[in-house]
């Protein structure tokens, strides 16, 4: 079983940065692609960025390429979400989850493949 723990969120201004950190326990070895995902009021729930666990290889929403990184560190057992250039937009709930497979991009970014999800941490930017 797997328990994913996020952390890093808070209140920042626009153009600044935050780093989220989602630390994963549990059956790691199964947890193959790692996402991120937010969600704000009145809103689905949206892809924000996919990693592989092994291999590091990385896919970003158009909304964040650019200006958010995800990054993990294996023996760590660390995925992080470095944010920069932060828009009011951006706030919102965000949560990593974890998947058993390696999902291709059209598939990883489909909130519905992940098992495991964790309690989320708020993200607020002001104008």
């Known amino acids: 079983q797997v328990q994913l723990v996020e952390s890093g969120g808070g209140l920042v201004q626009a153009g600044g940065s935050l780093r989220l950190s989602c630390v994963v326990s549990g059956r790691t070895m199964s947890a193959y692609t790692m996402g991120w995902f937010r969600q704000a009021p009145g809103k689905e729930r949206e892809f924000v960025a996919t990693?592989?666990?092994?291999?590091?290889?990385?896919y970003y929403a158009d909304s964040v390429k650019g200006r958010f990184t995800i990054s993990r560190d294996n023996a760590k057992n660390t995925v992080y979400l470095q944010m920069n250039s932060l828009k009011p937009e951006d706030t919102s709930l965000y949560y990593c989850?974890?998947?058993?497979?390696?999902?291709?991009?059209?598939?990883?970014?489909?909130?519905?493949?992940?098992?495991?999800w964790g309690q989320g941490t708020q993200v607020t930017v002001s104008s």
């Open positions: 990693i592989a666990w092994n291999s590091g290889s990385t």
């Open positions: 989850a974890t998947a058993y497979h390696h999902y291709t991009q059209s598939l990883a970014v489909i909130p519905e493949r992940y098992e495991y």
